[in-house]
């Protein structure tokens, strides 16, 4: 099997070609993938055809495979399928939230470390993924912003989330939407590696300390800086492929669908690995 690779941008994505379905389920190539994913942010296999056994067992190759916690597979729990349709997915009426930029799980302490997301059906139309590299993100700031920034505090919440796609809440969903706990994280999150990257999303409700207008502000600022073409890749699904992100430093989103497209994803979550700090 001849393999080739091709990076999307100098600092985001590779690209991964003629790795297929048993093919990828291999200790060595998990190791080449990982690699690439904490170098590259984003490792596309184009048309890897795996099936669902192959993305568990690559899945736990990579890391702890989250159980799915509503909505996972009958046969294999750590999966679940991504779908704008309440018949193939539990989570349809949440999925709206996707087309905002954001990391999942920045409600957590240990936010997920990784997404493996393979395409079963594709959309006709629209339903491309795009990625932001908030590390890059970072690393491209003045040093004397670096500095500004350095001790700001926001907390993220699902409301924050979810007033996106609903502006004009009932009572009911508003308080539905408070009973899920909010988090507090800097706005840099600094890795032991010493790496840092920005922590934000449609998750950030607010900066703790300043006034709701001034927050608001500088919250779509950084998200309007760290989502910048240069910071960015997209990727146009073929069916088959599979896209791998390092859910911690790269936000993402899809781009919007109909809402009856046969669209269908299958993804697994690996456990977060290292605490906002
Ligand atoms: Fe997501």
């Known amino acids: 099997m001849s393999v080739t690779t091709a990076p999307l941008t100098p600092e985001t994505g590779i690209a991964y070609t003629g790795l297929h379905g048993a093919g990828l389920v291999d200790p060595a190539v998990a190791r080449d993938l990982r690699a690439a994913l904490d170098a590259h942010g984003v490792v596309i296999v184009r048309e890897a ?112 989330t979810q007033i996106l796609v609903t502006p004009n809440p009932s009572a009911r969903e508003l308080a539905a939407w408070e009973r899920v706990p909010s988090r507090e994280h800097p706005l840099v999150w600094t890795r032991g590696t010493g790496r840092k990257s920005l922590l934000v999303g449609a998750t950030a409700d607010h900066v703790v300390g300043l006034p709701a207008d001034e927050s608001r502000a500088l919250l779509d600022h950084y998200l309007d800086w760290a989502t910048q073409p240069r910071f960015t890749v997209r990727h146009s699904w073929r069916r088959g492929d599979l896209v791998i992100w390092d859910n911690t430093g790269m936000l993402h989103r899809a781009l919007p669908y109909r809402p009856t497209s046969p669209r269908l994803m299958h993804r697994t979550t690996l456990v977060g690995e290292e605490a906002v700090a």
């Open 49 to 160: 055809d795996l099936d669902d056994a192959g993305l568990v067992a690559l899945s736990r190759m990579l890391g702890d495979v989250v159980v799915a916690p509503i909505g996972g597979d009958a046969t294999h729990p750590e999966i679940s399928a991504v779908s704008l349709d309440p018949a193939k997915s539990d989570l349809a009426a949440y999925r709206r939230s996707t087309f905002f930029w954001h990391i999942d799980g920045a409600n957590d302490a240990i936010p997920q470390k990784a997404t493996l997301l393979t395409a079963r059906v594709v959309a006709e139309e629209g339903g491309d993924t795009e990625f932001a590299n908030t590390y890059a993100a970072y690393e491209a700031l003045p040093e004397d912003e670096k500095k500004r920034i350095a001790e700001l505090r926001v907390v993220h919440s699902f409301k924050a």
